[in-house]
């Protein structure tokens, strides 16, 4: 997707993947980093989670990167003044830590789990988490259109078995898993339907952006239709 056609669609959504603020809390409860502790959120896009995370660490931090300059501008201006929170442009692979709790919605597919799992391990401290959500299959239905769809949009998709093996490998403790409620995913898409409904009646003068309208209503299409079949799982790791 050309830099036009993302900022047409994405620059002003409230979050960039499904979440909403009762999972964060659901491993929280796990994860339960201290109240003066220190959070990455690796990916934070345009910082929905921020708020919910500082609720965790009342006299701490959370380090907030992202590789996407607009994302972590925008960051930037919305906390501005909470001396709580810092905003990194960058990669979530090459931060300083250590921290006690790294939260990683949706983000660690572009960097890939495996890789990126061993990497964030070294920068935990001792007992520290790892909270992460990606894109699994959750059933033993395959369905065709979904399978295809998958296929060149998430390659690396596996199921749970896979994530339990790639926490192992990293050398991570699995602590806990569940998949993303329906309100997650409206959290997202909501919005985004929005903004797709809203192109789509006034559509720019450019094929790029006409295609990526069309890509974004059919990886929703196939989520109504086939989400059963597969969801973001939502891990509670721990060194
Ligand atoms: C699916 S979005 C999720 C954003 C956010 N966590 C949320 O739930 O709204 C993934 C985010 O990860 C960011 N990202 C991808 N690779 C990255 C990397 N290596 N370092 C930092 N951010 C990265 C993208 O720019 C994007 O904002």
């Keep these: ?53 500082l609720d965790y660490v009342p006299r701490g931090e959370v380090v907030a990167v992202d590789l996407h300059a607009p994302f972590a501008n925008q960051v930037r201006a919305r906390f501005r003044g909470d001396a709580r929170v ?19 919605a949706g983000s660690l597919y572009a960097p890939g789990v495996e890789a ?7 920068m935990l401290v001792p007992g520290g988490r790892i909270v992460f959500s990606d894109l699994c299959w959750t059933g033993p239905e395959r369905p065709p ?9 998430y390659p690396d998709m596996g199921d749970e078995g896979t994530l339990r093996t790639r926490v192992a490998r990293a050398g991570l403790r699995f602590q806990t898993v569940c998949k993303l409620p ?36 059919r990886e929703i299409a ?16 721990a060194r």
């Design 1 to 53: 997707m050309n830099e036009r056609a993302f900022f047409a669609i994405h620059s002003a959504l409230p979050r960039e993947g499904p979440g909403d603020r009762a999972s964060l809390a659901w491993a929280m409860a796990f994860a339960r980093p201290p109240a003066d502790g220190r959070i990455l959120d690796a990916g934070c896009g345009p910082g929905a989670d921020i708020p919910g995370l």
């Design 86 to 104: 810092t905003v990194r442009h960058g990669d979530m692979l090459a931060q300083s830590g250590p921290f006690d709790l790294i939260w990683a």
């Design 116 to 122: 990126a799992l061993p990497v964030m391990r070294r």
């Design 145 to 153: 259109e979904a399978v295809d769809f998958f296929a060149t949009e």
């Design 182 to 217: 329906p309100a997650a995913w409206e959290a997202y898409y909501g919005p985004l339907e929005n903004r797709l409904d809203l192109l789509r009646r006034d559509l720019p003068d450019d094929p790029e952006i006409a295609t990526q309208v069309a890509a974004h209503e």
């Design 222 to 237: 196939v989520w109504r239709a086939h989400g059963d079949a597969f969801g973001y799982l939502l891990c509670v790791t």
